[in-house]
């Protein structure tokens, strides 16, 4: 379980600690995933709330419009995905 590469942190400067970061997450989730939500109907649920549900399920990084970079498990992602009626895809 321990890390193959070595990480050099500075708790001074906080040198090195998205490195880190980006290592740990990693290894919980394996790599980030984008997500795209499209628009719906007016009858239709909103974009709205699949891109709250998406910030439910895992640690967003970055939001464009409706396209969001995350870290999350998959099983719980797809299954999201599955239960969008198509509204949600990954990128």
Known sequence: ?????PLVVS???GQG????????MYSLYGPKTTLVVSEGDEVERS????????YDLGIVTEKN???????CGKAEMMKLISKSDGRISIK
């Open 65 to 71: 419009g409706l396209e969001l970079t995350l870290w």
């Open 11 to 13: 708790s001074h400067d």
């Open 47 to 54: 974009a709205e709330a699949y891109v709250s549900q998406i």
């Open 1 to 5: 379980m321990g890390m193959t590469n």
């Open 17 to 24: 600690m998205d490195e880190l970061r980006e290592s740990i």
